[in-house]
């Protein structure tokens, strides 16, 4: 649920992130994330699912340019004593970046808050949608929908024309482009294994001059995925995400203004299948195995 090396920390909701000077080491924790708290229940593994899986899509997705460099924490940076064997799979070393301050969200499917606002104004975040289209329906075309990056609380939607005006047209026009290539490339892959992708956010970064793809890579912590078996438009799909969690938490009589209850077992056990499901779907690694290098 937390790491403590002697080195430079900064933790945000799932991941610790270690300065190592010219690089960086992102642990994976198993804690989760539901309406913007971290719950006081963890789900065994978590961190290993995740990392494995933004190993698998560094690697699968060729001619893009990302941040991973290795999974080994580089040697002599902490004490002997210090046992590394609970890092194991959890550990992503990456290049620097300067990062840029939007979530590029890409959506497939109608679906949380983009058919919230769909419903409310025919459109999402100025990408002008048909009528009637109805709950987990599929777009005619994938579309690009940044949100801001909050340090705290929610992202809030924006739209191409004001991220331009922030970052500029050219830097904001291939950040779109590159997100809706990737998420294309990576829906495709992933139907074929049974998995749909309704939605994801990636996160971007510049080094060098180069703008490199970073942080966690379409994972089911950033990623909205459906079972492709039992999709049908109209109602609420089948997840391989947080659906247990949320449902339950929803249901529990928590305000969401205190601090989160404690989950039962049997909602962590569901998750940690579900994204256990996911990694094996995708990648054709079970989660026993996720410390082997991905082939």
């Not at 100025?126 to 709950?135: D, I, V």
């Not at 291939?174 to 074929?192: H, P, V």
Request: net charge negative; charged share 25%.
């Amino acid at each position: 649920m937390r790491t403590d090396l002697p080195l430079p920390k900064r933790s945000g909701k799932v991941r610790d992130v270690y300065d190592l000077g010219d690089r960086y080491c992102i642990i994976s924790t198993d804690r989760i994330s539901a309406f913007d708290y971290i719950l006081p229940t963890g789900i065994p593994e978590k961190g290993r699912i995740l990392t494995a899986m933004s190993e698998f899509w560094f690697s699968h997705l060729t001619g893009i340019e990302h941040h991973w460099l290795g999974r080994d924490f580089p040697s002599g940076l902490l004490p002997d004593p210090i046992d590394q064997t609970p890092l194991l799979g959890r550990t992503m070393i990456v290049r620097k970046a300067n990062v840029v301050p939007f979530e590029c969200v890409v959506r497939g499917y109608l679906e949380g808050t983009g058919l919230r606002e769909y419903a409310s104004s025919g459109s999402i975040c100025g990408n002008s949608l048909p009528a009637g289209l109805t709950q987990g329906e599929r777009l005619p075309k994938p579309i690009f929908t940044p949100t801001t990056k909050a340090e705290t609380g929610h992202d809030e939607s924006t739209t191409l024309s004001a991220m331009s005006a922030q970052i500029g047209i050219g830097l904001a026009e291939q950040l779109s482009s590159m997100s809706i290539d990737i998420f294309a490339r990576a829906s495709s892959y992933a139907l074929a294994r049974g998995i749909i992708i309704a939605d994801t956010k990636f996160e971007f970064g510049i080094a060098d001059g180069k703008l490199l793809l970073i942080d966690e890579v379409l994972t089911p912590d950033s990623s909205r995925f459906w079972s492709a078996d039992d999709y049908y438009p109209g109602r609420p799909q089948k997840s391989y995400d947080k659906q247990f969690v949320r449902e339950w938490l929803m249901n529990s009589g928590w305000d969401r203004e205190s601090p989160p209850p404690a989950l039962p077992l049997d909602i962590v056990l569901q998750t940690k299948a579900k994204y256990t499901e996911a990694l094996y779907k995708l990648t054709g690694k079970p989660l026993e195995l996720v410390e082997s290098p991905v082939g």
